[in-house]
């Protein structure tokens, strides 16, 4: 089996005749933390819901786990181990803090690991187990964050894709989130692809990445060497 979990081959989608993504490549190793940096409408949001199977591939393919996933229902994609953690998206409104973690481990058979998974998030993020009985809807805008990534690795995760996690977020929030993955990174070797504007925060937990301009990558790199480059001082980013 190949070191990449996840492969976008020429990649290009479309919202009518609006193109969104253009002949997108980029690729995610096992045990990474890959992010794609780009300005708002630059296509990042339309990557993450391509992968996941929500918006159609006009051409080209994706591969996850070396199998060509491009034209297979969204549930299946979940169930295989791709997982979206988004706080505008990501849980349950109406239903509890419990539920919704509870309805994220719907792959964990076994009672126990379940209860171990719970209190590694509970130890995590401890306002989560004061909210056990609260509806998801009524969180802040950093408890939903929490809840998303939370419901995301309980589960028999294989990559962890993270939709703008800091979006919203105050910085004290924004720090506790960043050193929970980082956490979560480095304890469990969990693949992760962090999707984001916050250029510092997310770089300084990746390993390798991409810069997303307009529907087409415009820049690629290892993190040391992404950060000194012209391309992030660029006022659009």
Not at 25 to 38: E, F, Q
Not at 161 to 170: M, Q, R, T, V
Not at 215 to 232: A, F, P, R
Request: net charge neutral; with cysteine.
């Amino acid at each position: 089996m190949s070191n990449i979990i996840l492969q976008v081959e020429n990649l290009s989608t479309s919202y009518g005749r609006i193109p969104m993504l253009m002949g997108v490549n980029m690729s995610v190793h096992k045990g990474s933390v890959c992010t794609v940096l780009g300005p708002n409408g630059a296509g990042k949001s339309t990557l993450v819901k391509a992968i996941l199977g929500l918006v159609r591939a006009d051409k080209g393919k994706i591969i996850f786990m070396d199998q060509d996933v491009t034209h297979v229902p969204s549930h299946k994609r979940i169930s295989s181990g791709i997982h979206v953690a988004s706080p505008a998206t990501g849980t349950f409104p109406k239903m509890t803090v419990e539920t919704n973690l509870r309805l994220g481990a719907y792959n964990v058979d076994d009672k126990n690991i379940l209860e171990q998974r719970l209190e590694e998030v509970f130890h995590s993020f401890p306002i989560l187990k004061n909210r056990l009985q609260q509806k998801a809807g009524t969180l802040s805008g950093g408890e939903r964050t929490m809840l998303s990534i939370s419901k995301a690795i309980i589960n028999d995760t294989k990559i962890l894709i993270l939709d703008e996690p800091s979006l919203g977020l105050a910085p004290i929030i924004v720090e506790e989130v960043f050193r929970f993955l980082k956490k979560l990174h480095d304890e469990r070797e969990l693949t992760i692809m962090l999707v984001e504007q916050n250029i510092n925060k997310a770089l300084s937990i990746s390993n390798f990445g991409y810069v997303l301009q307009k529907g087409q990558i415009i820049y690629e790199g290892d993190t040391s060497v992404l950060q000194d480059s012209d391309i992030l001082k660029n006022p659009v980013m």
